[in-house]
């Protein structure tokens, strides 16, 4: 098993620019989350999904969209990137609920908005 | 005021030597977390636990509820062991997020 997948590991992007941000499992897992990651802050959620078709925003929603058309895959958009959006970004899934599961992470993409 | 707090902030150690991390939280929760982030960026879970004590090798956590207060600790420290720990809790109230302490990193010289 792959585990949790993410791409690209490294993205250097100019303000107004979009992209999205892929992420994947094989394990199955009905849940799952994007973070960021921040200096000096812990990691915060930004949205989740229990399953397929079903998305929720977190704590950190603004300037970011996601989808979830099938349990693998799960991709974070940025609209129009901004500057306060440089962070290492991390996507997660678990078997069910994070606060009682075991999260499998992926291992970031590193993101740059100039 | 944070919701988690983890203590110290940056820890350094002489192989073999005996580790404690430190993380209070100051909201009921449900469940409590901790998690190893490689110095590569990997982030792992370590262990979860709502009451008591786990072990895993030289790994032990320890929670008590009353006092809020959670402990990771370390036997036998080794270089290997050096990375960043984070303390997660599963608030009672707020079920749609963990919170996450800002880390405690740790450095193990040979």
């Known amino acids: 098993n792959a585990g949790v997948t993410q791409t690209p590991k490294f993205q250097v992007l100019k303000t107004g620019q979009s992209m999205t941000l892929q992420c994947a499992q094989d394990?199955?897992?009905?849940?799952m989350s994007w973070y960021r990651q921040d200096p000096g802050m812990g990691l915060r959620l930004i949205h989740y999904?229990?399953?397929?078709?079903?998305?929720d925003q977190g704590e950190v929603p603004n300037g970011y969209n996601v989808s979830r058309s099938t349990t693998e895959d799960f991709p974070l958009r940025l609209l129009s990137a901004a500057p306060s959006q440089t962070s290492v970004y991390f996507c997660?899934?678990?078997?069910?609920?994070?606060?009682?599961?075991?999260?499998?992470f992926g291992p970031g993409t590193r993101l740059t908005v100039l | 005021k944070n919701e988690v707090e983890q203590s110290p902030q940056n820890l350094t150690a002489q192989e073999g030597e005996f580790i404690t991390i430190n993380c209070s939280y100051s909201?009921?929760?449900?469940?409590l977390h901790w998690l190893q982030q490689h110095p590569g960026g990997g982030i792992v879970s370590l262990f979860m636990?709502?009451?008591g004590k786990k072990k895993h090798g030289r790994l032990i956590a320890t929670i008590n509820i009353q006092e809020k207060h959670s402990s990771l600790h370390i036997t036998a420290s080794h270089p290997r062991d050096s990375a960043v720990y984070i303390c997660?809790?599963?608030?009672?109230?707020?079920?749609?997020?963990?919170?996450f302490g800002t880390g405690t990193r740790l450095q193990v010289f040979p």
């Open positions: 997660a899934s678990s078997y069910g609920d994070p606060g009682y599961n075991e999260q499998f």
């Open positions: 394990m199955n897992h009905e849940y």
């Open positions: 999904s229990v399953g397929a078709g079903i998305t």
């Open positions: 909201v009921g929760i449900s469940a």
């Open positions: 636990l709502s009451s």
């Open positions: 997660a809790v599963r608030s009672s109230y707020n079920t749609d997020k963990l919170i």
